[in-house]
């Protein structure tokens, strides 16, 4: 696949894989996170903060112990480019998230490799999430 036709189609289209699958991830993060097994495949890695974990099973065990009830992301920017000859696409995403009762969003940032599952659709193989703290 041509890495320029990806990359004008991750550039130009406003409802193309990265918002697509941007808003499906953080609706389905906010309401059900057990529903985000989907996403992701027994060699896809999660890196949350220090804690990488391997295999659905154990993203999911991690992305549902965090230690909220409720979260509301709200995303500031979006972005994309090519990641392979495979038609892979790597997400990058800014933030902020409120959980629970907290009045004061967090800001974080989101990187994700999607990766064709070869059935037409994407399949998250690397995510990694990072709060970013004020500087002292």
Request: proline share 4%; net charge negative; charged share 15%.
């Amino acid at each position: 696949m041509d890495f320029n036709v990806i990359a004008q189609y991750l550039l130009a289209s406003s409802d193309g894989p990265k918002e697509q699958f941007t808003q499906f991830y953080y609706k389905t993060f906010d309401e059900n996170r057990q529903a985000l097994a989907a996403l992701y495949r027994d060699n896809s890695m999660l890196t949350f903060e220090n804690s990488a974990v391997q295999g659905v099973s154990t993203i999911i065990e991690k992305l549902t112990s965090l230690p909220f009830a409720k979260v509301v992301h709200q995303l500031a920017t979006l972005d994309a480019q090519p990641s392979n000859a495979s038609g892979g696409i790597l997400v990058m995403v800014t933030g902020a998230l409120l959980v629970d009762e907290e009045q004061r969003p967090m800001n974080y940032t989101q990187v994700f490799q999607l990766i064709p599952d070869g059935a037409g659709s994407y399949f998250v193989f690397n995510d990694v999430f990072r709060l970013i703290y004020a500087g002292s």
